[in-house]
């Protein structure tokens, strides 16, 4: 066998090894959140250190009489709400979710105990699938890619925004964007941005601390979406417009918190509409970062800048009275039932002029025995949407952000 031989079948039987390596590592469940980052290749050929931020873990805060008067509010609009709502199916429906921590204290009208429990509601278990949770906040693993996910993350959003050159290892370094240290990389995002990206110690949020700022794992995505709506509002709508935005779905409040940071509040209002225990966290949320007088909940009579609602309230025709400018959807339609979704989408065409924001995956993966949805094959069924734009994410991979005109003439 010539010497060219003999390195042919070294590689090969190199690269099998290497293959099977990862199905290994794929199997012990490491692979798939390594996947989540935009630029696995950091963590073999970066000369800069993507790793070594600590995993922080932020301690609740004492509850406050505040804190029991909100409290007794979101148990007021969630009995309201869940009394006459449907049943849910579908990834967030009903035993799915391990819910009676939170739901225990709502039945039972405890505020001082509910208010404990959102105290502490980025430690829980039903937060899981809006923030990083429980699950994430104790495991090894966790500890390691969960903080390397935050600044991959963040250097994903420095590049969207234009503060530093997209990375090309093909050609050029990886990890240049953190080659002065995150605290220069931070400083540039914020200027652009002219916000701080410390996210606010409500609910013992975890992460890493860099450069004094709290930085979550879902919060750089948030931050983007809220970046890119303000785009389309400029481009598609006036830049100067107080906008009147509905978000369905949500989660904790986080694109929510985010979109009217970089406005500066500057909106008409903004309205969540999600499940009834949702709205609880949203109105927690939202209550404590910007004052629990500027939120209305389920049932109350008082139109504030931040309205919670759950999706009974769209038959509420007296809700919308204002002409919408854009509703906003960000990974939530695929998880819920195509019925649903449907349904929801010919709510928003009704809103002839408006525009819609989604922001999804589309990996159309099954779930008992249902296939999730795709949102833009969806949307063409329905009818009444005019296509804008469609562009890969630039936060992560296998996501897509479109928008569309409503009823466009």
């Known amino acids: 066998m010539n010497q060219e031989a003999i390195k042919s079948n070294v590689f090969l039987y190199a690269f099998k090894t290497f293959l099977f390596a990862l199905k290994l590592a794929h199997k012990l469940g490491i692979m798939p959140i390594i996947e989540l980052l935009r630029r696995p290749e950091w963590l073999y050929r970066s000369k800069y250190p993507v790793f070594g931020e600590k995993h922080y873990l932020s301690s609740p805060k004492p509850i406050t009489d505040d804190d029991v008067a909100l409290a007794n509010r979101l148990i007021t609009a969630w009995q309201k709400a869940d009394a006459h709502s449907n049943k849910v199916t579908g990834v967030w429906g009903d035993g799915n979710i391990p819910l009676e921590t939170l739901l225990k204290p709502l039945r039972e009208a405890n505020a001082a105990e509910l208010a404990g429990v959102l105290t502490n509601m980025f430690h829980s278990e039903f937060i899981q699938g809006m923030s990083h949770g429980r699950r994430h906040s104790k495991s090894i693993k966790s500890r390691i890619i969960v903080p390397l996910l935050i600044v991959d993350r963040l250097v994903s959003l420095a590049e969207a925004i234009g503060v530093v050159q997209t990375e090309t290892c093909e050609q050029g370094e990886c990890g240049l964007a953190i080659k002065n240290g995150l605290h220069a990389l931070i400083q540039k995002v914020e200027k652009e941005l002219d916000i701080s990206l410390d996210f606010p110690k409500v609910g013992a949020p975890s992460g890493i601390l ?52 970089m406005r500066k509040m500057q909106v008409k209002s903004y309205t969540l509409i999600d499940l009834p225990w949702v709205n609880v966290l ?101 009818g009444g949407f005019h296509f804008l ?16 005109r409503i009823n466009h003439i």
């Not at 709508?237 to 986080?254: A, D, K, R, S, W």
């Open 210 to 261: 860099a450069d004094s700022r709290l930085l979550t794992m879902r919060q750089m995505e948030h931050i983007y979406a809220a970046y890119r709506i303000n785009r389309a509002i400029a481009l598609h709508l006036n830049e100067n417009t107080n906008p009147v935005c509905i978000e369905i779905g949500g989660g904790y409040g986080g694109l929510a918190l985010w979109f009217l940071k």
């Open 282 to 382: 949203q109105g927690y949320f939202l209550g404590k970062l910007f004052g629990a007088e500027q939120v209305s909940l389920y049932g109350e009579s008082e139109d504030r800048l931040i309205r919670v609602l759950p999706p009974q309230s769209i038959d509420l025709n007296e809700l919308w009275s204002n002409k919408i400018d854009i509703v906003i959807n960000q990974d939530s339609m695929p998880e819920m039932p195509h019925s649903v979704v449907v349904a929801y989408l010919n709510w928003i065409k009704k809103m002839s002029g408006s525009l819609f924001y989604s922001y999804q995956q589309e990996a159309g993966a099954f779930f008992q025995d249902a296939q999730q949805v795709w949102v833009r094959e969806t949307i063409k069924q329905v």
């Open 389 to 404: 734009s469609r562009d890969y994410s630039w936060m992560r991979r296998g996501y897509t952000e479109e928008v569309y």
